[in-house]
């Protein structure tokens, strides 16, 4: 092989995994340029997830907003389908980073993807709306049209649990606080309310906005891509799937199910029967 393709093969090999996030040399690291001593006792932890994402340090208000988005979905108790599969991991006899791997698996479009869900409704209706339209109509006609596709929930809005989701009103306070001081623009939250103003229209019992509803205000306002806004759900609740595996692994139960076992599921089979004789020959 001659030297130039020798020189070309090792820079297809250095290309190979190009990133613009991280430079790694012997007694060198830096992230996104920031040498990592410089950062270490100086940068938050909340500062280095929008670095990571974003490339750039956030503000001190794009930094409280984001921090106070991911407090409040840390946990939802052992009810919740991804808190409960790391408890009974861990009473499988699965190590921690085993029930964490389990639990964040679940968090999918069902279970933890209502938040992405919701910043793409919003997304939708911003477009709908265009720049100078009206937001309560353009909420309406995004989501007729969804009603008519044979959609019934509306991701972000009415919990199974709670009439009225007590982690929503004070983060919308951040929110309007921080349109106040400029560190966001107001858009998004103009567009959770008209989409609020929607589903309480007509109705004796209003469908009030969620966790899911407001933290999407919130990674919306700050600019962040749907798809990114579930990752930082996931980031949230795996401090709380970590909590509860470690709880869990102190307790010390065995291979604990969903329910106990003195309470029985519901068996809605044949009932008990006898195997008839088979007449037709066995087969060889």
Same mark, same amino acid.
């Given at each position: 092989?001659? $030297?130039? /393709?020798?020189?070309?093969?090792?820079?297809?090999?250095?290309?190979?995994?190009?990133?613009?996030?991280?430079?790694?040399?012997?007694?060198?690291?830096?992230?996104?340029?920031?040498?990592?001593?410089?950062?270490?006792?100086?940068?938050?932890?909340?500062?280095? &997830?929008?670095?990571?994402?974003?490339?750039?340090? #956030?503000?001190?208000? $794009?930094?409280?907003?984001?921090?106070? *988005?991911?407090? #409040?979905?840390?946990?939802?108790?052992?009810?919740?389908?991804?808190?409960? !599969?790391?408890?009974?991991?861990?009473?499988?006899?699965?190590?921690?980073?085993?029930?964490?791997?389990?639990?964040?698996?679940?968090?999918?479009?069902?279970?933890?993807?209502?938040?992405? $869900?919701?910043?793409?409704?919003?997304?939708?209706?911003?477009?709908? *709306?265009?720049?100078?339209?009206?937001?309560?109509?353009?909420?309406?006609?995004?989501?007729?049209?969804?009603?008519?596709?044979?959609?019934? !929930?509306?991701?972000?809005?009415?919990?199974?649990?709670?009439? &009225?989701?007590?982690?929503?009103?004070?983060?919308?306070?951040?929110?309007?606080?921080?349109?106040?001081?400029?560190?966001?623009?107001?858009? +998004?939250?103009?567009?959770?309310?008209?989409? /609020?103003?929607?589903?309480?229209?007509?109705?004796?019992?209003? &469908?009030?906005?969620? &966790?899911?509803?407001?933290?999407?205000?919130?990674?919306?306002?700050?600019?962040?891509? #749907? /798809?990114?806004?579930?990752?930082?759900?996931?980031?949230?609740?795996?401090?709380?799937?970590?909590?509860?595996?470690?709880?869990?692994?102190?307790?010390?139960?065995?291979?604990?199910?969903?329910?106990?076992?003195?309470?029985?599921?519901? +068996?809605?089979?044949? /009932?008990?029967?006898?195997?008839? $004789?088979?007449?037709?020959?066995?087969?060889?």
């Amino acid at each position: 092989m001659s $030297q130039p /393709e020798q020189d070309d093969l090792l820079r297809k090999a250095s290309d190979w995994w190009s990133t613009s996030i991280i430079d790694i040399h012997p007694g060198r690291i830096a992230v996104r340029g920031y040498p990592i001593e410089q950062l270490i006792g100086n940068v938050g932890f909340t500062d280095m &997830i929008w670095l990571m994402l974003r490339g750039e340090l #956030p503000t001190r208000g $794009q930094s409280a907003l984001l921090e106070a *988005a991911l407090v #409040p979905g840390v946990d939802h108790g052992p009810h919740a389908p991804s808190i409960a !599969i790391s408890r009974m991991a861990v009473s499988c006899g699965l190590p921690v980073n085993g029930a964490m791997a389990s639990a964040v698996n679940v968090l999918d479009d069902v279970h933890g993807g209502a938040g992405q $869900q919701c910043m793409e409704l919003y997304r939708q209706i911003d477009a709908e *709306a265009g720049a100078g339209g009206d937001l309560v109509d353009a909420a309406a006609r995004v989501l007729e049209r969804r009603r008519a596709a044979g959609d019934k !929930i509306v991701p972000g809005f009415g919990h199974r649990f709670h009439p &009225i989701d007590p982690r929503t009103e004070p983060l919308f306070a951040l929110v309007d606080r921080a349109v106040t001081g400029g560190v966001v623009g107001g858009r +998004y939250a103009r567009i959770g309310r008209a989409v /609020e103003s929607v589903l309480r229209a007509g109705r004796s019992r209003p &469908i009030p906005m969620n &966790i899911d509803g407001i933290t999407a205000v919130i990674f919306c306002e700050l600019g962040f891509e #749907p /798809e990114l806004g579930r990752g930082l759900f996931v980031l949230s609740r795996s401090v709380g799937i970590l909590a509860h595996a470690w709880e869990q692994k102190q307790q010390g139960a065995r291979i604990k199910g969903p329910m106990p076992k003195e309470i029985p599921y519901s +068996y809605l089979g044949p /009932e008990r029967r006898d195997l008839p $004789q088979r007449s037709d020959p066995k087969p060889r």
